[in-house]
């Protein structure tokens, strides 16, 4: 259990309406977390609705731009920088009083051409990115509570990311790139950041090996963020959820989770969005359950730009909000869990506590599709990436072939075997 701040001792003893919290940031502060925030970007910016609830510091204390501090956004050409948009989201975050998430420095997407496309050498990209983190912590130093310094380094299977880093530069990229974050803004905290590490498997333990690896090189890491895009009933236990936390807070960093939603097959039925703030709660209620966790963001809060529904065909509903940025029962669910009923708690909302784990599965379906398996799987779509519908099918490399709730198929395509790497995830990999 975490220590609580006299406030939340105090509301306690209060009557129930007198103890609620405005809004989710403010009763994740109740309950010690540092924040409860969103991501946002720069083109919803101009909807005036949207930004009164971004601005909302009772729901969000903290904001990551989603695109605007990306290679492409800060270094569309060599050595030529350009901060217009990220700086539009870091001074909103100024002007609002709330912390800044700044993401990211190093990542496989979001490159531009001019670095995808280079004939580098180990020296040469070295340099690139050590000039690329220089000159963006420079230009943000002070401003970002936090830096996912290195984006998703991983494959699914828990190998490296056949990234043009990893290729070129091998591992060491990893412990360079937090070397050149740190020297240049000392007080930033620096994260490694990537998804489907947030129950333990082979991916989790790998991301575990990421944070040895740079302290054992002699560089600074203050945490790692575990990016929580969830699907509907496939979210793990709070439980698991909070014992995978431990693991990683177990090697001496801070945790959060920096990019939640929980997806839905569209459109949304009022069944799903129980089991949607189910999930929420889950994750929360984990964060909660961790002494290191810091605080929660979620990859924006509405579902009129959640990024969802373009990766993912058929599915959205991801949010806490809405599209018409009304409240569904993720946000009551969540409310719940931090102790803090909402004013309208007419919801019913069902959050299992650390003992109920109800049986749930997931999948390893990938936040980024597009390049998310080292492995080659010629023109994988995001449809790909989604549970296996018929059983019949022959699954590819990396894919899910089985796990406690799963569905789909659990015949692997030929010369692959499935793997059991936990109760919810069974994996098809190479004989
Ligand atoms: O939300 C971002 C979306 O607008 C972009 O099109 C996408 C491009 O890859 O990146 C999204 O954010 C990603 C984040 O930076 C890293 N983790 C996965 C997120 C969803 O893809």
Same mark, same amino acid.
């Given at each position: 259990?975490?220590?609580?701040?006299?406030?939340?001792?105090?509301?306690?003893?209060?009557?129930?309406?007198?103890?609620?919290?405005?809004?989710?940031?403010?009763? &994740? *502060?109740?309950?010690?977390?540092?924040?409860?925030?969103?991501?946002?970007?720069?083109?919803?910016?101009?909807?005036?609705?949207?930004?009164?609830?971004?601005?909302?510091?009772?729901?969000?204390?903290?904001?990551?731009?989603?695109? $605007?501090?990306?290679?492409?956004?800060?270094?569309?050409?060599?050595?030529?920088?350009?901060?217009?948009?990220?700086?539009?989201?870091?001074?909103?975050?100024?002007?609002? +009083?709330?912390?800044?998430?700044?993401?990211?420095?190093?990542?496989?997407?979001?490159?531009?051409?001019?670095?995808? $496309?280079?004939?580098?050498?180990?020296?040469?990209?070295?340099?690139?990115?050590?000039?690329?983190?220089?000159?963006?912590?420079?230009?943000?130093?002070?401003?970002?509570?936090?830096?996912? *310094?290195?984006?998703?380094?991983?494959?699914?299977?828990?190998?490296?990311?056949?990234?043009?880093?990893?290729?070129?530069?091998?591992?060491?990229? /990893?412990?360079?790139a937090f070397e &050149?974050?740190?020297?240049?803004?000392?007080?930033?905290?620096?994260?490694?950041?990537? @998804?489907? /590490?947030?129950?333990?498997?082979?991916? $989790?333990?790998?991301?575990?090996?990421?944070?040895?690896?740079?302290?054992?090189?002699?560089?600074?890491?203050?945490? *790692?963020?575990?990016?929580?895009?969830?699907i509907v009933d496939?979210?793990?236990?709070?439980?698991?959820?909070?014992?995978?936390?431990?693991?990683?807070?177990?090697?001496?960093?801070?945790? #959060?989770?920096?990019?939640?939603?929980?997806?839905?097959?569209?459109?949304?039925?009022?069944?799903?969005?129980?089991?949607?703030?189910?999930?929420?709660?889950? *994750?929360?209620?984990?964060?909660?359950?961790?002494?290191?966790?810091? +605080?929660?963001? /979620?990859?924006?809060?509405?579902?009129?730009?959640?990024?969802?529904?373009?990766?993912?065909?058929?599915?959205?509903?991801?949010?806490?909000?809405?599209?018409?940025?009304?409240?569904?029962?993720?946000?009551?669910?969540?409310? &719940?869990?931090?102790?803090?009923?909402?004013?309208?708690?007419?919801?019913?909302?069902?959050?299992?506590?650390?003992?109920?784990?109800?049986?749930? #599965?997931?999948?390893? #379906? $990938?936040?980024t599709p597009t390049?998310?398996?080292?492995?080659?799987?010629?023109?994988?779509?995001?449809?790909?990436?989604?549970?296996?519908?018929?059983?019949?099918?022959?699954?590819?490399?990396?894919?899910?072939?089985?796990?406690?709730? @799963?569905?789909?198929?659990?015949?692997?395509?030929?010369?692959?075997?499935?793997?059991?790497?936990?109760?919810?995830?069974?994996?098809?990999?190479?004989?």
């Amino acid at each position: 259990m975490r220590f609580q701040p006299i406030a939340t001792a105090l509301a306690v003893g209060a009557s129930a309406h007198l103890a609620q919290a405005a809004g989710l940031h403010d009763a &994740a *502060v109740a309950k010690g977390l540092l924040y409860f925030g969103s991501a946002t970007d720069n083109p919803e910016l101009s909807n005036t609705a949207y930004t009164t609830q971004l601005k909302n510091t009772a729901d969000f204390g903290q904001i990551t731009p989603g695109n $605007s501090q990306k290679w492409d956004a800060t270094e569309p050409s060599q050595n030529q920088f350009s901060f217009t948009k990220g700086d539009v989201v870091a001074d909103l975050a100024a002007a609002n +009083g709330q912390k800044l998430r700044c993401h990211n420095l190093v990542w496989h997407q979001q490159l531009p051409n001019w670095v995808t $496309s280079g004939s580098w050498t180990n020296e040469t990209l070295t340099t690139v990115l050590k000039n690329h983190i220089t000159n963006v912590v420079q230009h943000y130093k002070g401003k970002c509570y936090a830096w996912d *310094v290195v984006n998703e380094a991983l494959a699914d299977d828990g190998s490296y990311r056949d990234s043009i880093w990893y290729k070129t530069i091998g591992e060491a990229y /990893i412990p360079i790139a937090f070397e &050149a974050a740190a020297a240049a803004d000392p007080a930033a905290k620096l994260y490694y950041n990537d @998804y489907s /590490i947030e129950w333990a498997g082979a991916k $989790s333990k790998a991301a575990q090996k990421i944070v040895q690896l740079i302290k054992s090189a002699g560089a600074k890491i203050d945490g *790692v963020g575990l990016q929580g895009h969830f699907i509907v009933d496939q979210t793990p236990p709070r439980k698991d959820l909070a014992s995978n936390l431990q693991s990683f807070v177990d090697l001496d960093v801070d945790v #959060a989770y920096t990019e939640l939603d929980v997806r839905m097959k569209t459109p949304a039925t009022p069944a799903n969005l129980q089991k949607q703030s189910t999930s929420f709660a889950n *994750v929360v209620g984990a964060c909660l359950d961790t002494k290191r966790c810091v +605080g929660i963001t /979620i990859w924006d809060w509405t579902d009129k730009y959640s990024w969802v529904p373009n990766t993912f065909s058929g599915y959205g509903a991801a949010c806490p909000w809405d599209e018409t940025f009304q409240k569904k029962p993720a946000y009551q669910g969540m409310m &719940a869990v931090l102790g803090a009923a909402s004013a309208s708690a007419s919801v019913s909302v069902a959050f299992t506590s650390a003992s109920a784990s109800a049986s749930v #599965a997931f999948t390893s #379906a $990938s936040a980024t599709p597009t390049s998310a398996i080292s492995t080659p799987t010629p023109s994988s779509s995001a449809a790909d990436f989604l549970p296996q519908p018929s059983a019949a099918a022959h699954i590819k490399a990396y894919f899910q072939c089985g796990g406690l709730n @799963y569905k789909g198929s659990t015949s692997c395509a030929s010369g692959l075997v499935c793997k059991k790497w936990n109760p919810y995830y069974h994996q098809c990999i190479q004989a």
